[in-house]
C-alpha cells in the first residue's frame, strides 16, 4: 500500500530565506507527482506536477525535483514571502488506471515578515 | 472561469438528515473523484468515477453514495448523516488517469450537529 510522508509537518522562517520541503513515498512504481498549496479554508491548487519519466519541474520561484527510485521529492521555494504561507501537500498518483492520488499529510509554512 | 465547481460552500446539517453535495466540471475531464479532508487525517478518497457510467469505492466510502449524471457532474450524497461526518470535501477531476495532474474545487464544509 502507497504511504506518502511529508517532513517537517510544519516551518516557520524569516523572509527571504530559501527553503525545501520534502515528500517521501513508500512504492517507486508511480505514474506521476503533484504538490498542490492549500490557503486556511481553501481549496488545493495545484503548483507542479511532475511525470514519473521527469526529473524536475520549475514554475517561477518554485521547483519541484522527483527521485523516484529512492522515493522522494522536494520542493523548493527560492526567496520566501509572506504571501506563501500555506500548507504545501504533496499526492502520488499510482502506476494503476484508476487515477487514484495518495497525500501526505502536508508540510505547513509561515514566511514571517 | 474553467474548472471544478462544487455547491453548498457549507452547510449544517442535524443527525438523520440527507443531503446530496453537487460537482461540476467544465474541462471535458473523465475521471472524477469525492474526497474528505479531516484535522490530522490528512485527504482521504470516498468514491470516484474513472469515466462516465462507472463509480467505485475508495479508502472511505461508508455512510455514502454517488451518482455520476452525466461526463460533467459527479454527486455525493449522505442519505442520513452522522456527526463523524462532519468535514470537508473536495471534488476534484482529471482527464484521463491523472496523466494531466488534477484539479479540485473549492470544497464544501460541512457540519452535522
Known amino acids: 500500500k502507497q504511504e506518502v510522508t511529508q517532513i517537517p509537518a510544519a516551518l516557520s522562517v524569516p523572509e527571504g530565506e530559501n527553503l525545501v520541503l520534502n515528500c517521501s513515498f513508500t512504492?517507486?512504481?508511480?505514474?506521476?507527482l503533484q504538490w498542490f498549496r492549500q490557503d486556511p479554508g481553501k481549496g488545493l491548487t495545484s503548483l507542479l506536477l511532475i511525470q514519473s519519466s521527469q526529473r524536475e519541474q520549475t514554475s517561477g520561484r518554485l521547483n519541484a525535483s522527483l527521485d523516484k527510485s529512492s522515493g522522494r521529492s522536494t520542493l523548493y521555494i527560492a526567496a520566501s514571502q509572506p504571501g506563501d504561507s500555506a500548507t504545501y501537500l504533496c499526492a502520488v498518483h499510482g502506476s494503476g488506471n484508476t487515477g487514484k492520488l495518495i497525500f501526505g499529510q502536508g508540510t505547513t509554512l509561515q514566511v514571517k515578515p | 472561469n474553467a474548472g471544478v465547481t462544487q455547491t453548498p460552500k457549507f452547510q449544517v446539517l442535524k443527525t438523520g438528515q440527507s443531503m446530496t453535495l453537487q460537482c461540476a466540471q467544465d474541462?471535458?475531464?473523465?475521471?472524477m473523484y469525492w474526497y474528505r479532508q479531516d484535522p490530522g487525517m490528512g485527504l482521504r478518497l470516498i468514491y470516484y468515477?474513472?469515466?462516465?457510467?462507472?463509480?467505485d469505492k475508495g479508502e472511505v466510502p461508508n455512510g455514502y453514495n454517488v451518482s455520476r449524471l452525466n461526463k460533467r457532474e459527479f454527486s455525493l450524497r449522505l442519505e442520513s448523516a452522522a456527526p463523524s461526518q462532519t468535514s470537508v470535501y473536495f471534488c476534484a477531476s482529471t482527464r484521463e488517469n491523472g496523466a494531466s495532474g488534477y484539479t479540485f474545487g473549492s470544497g464544501t464544509r460541512l457540519t452535522v450537529v
Open positions: 512504492d517507486s512504481a508511480i505514474y506521476n
Open positions: 474541462m471535458n475531464h473523465n475521471s
Open positions: 468515477s474513472a469515466s462516465e457510467g462507472t463509480t
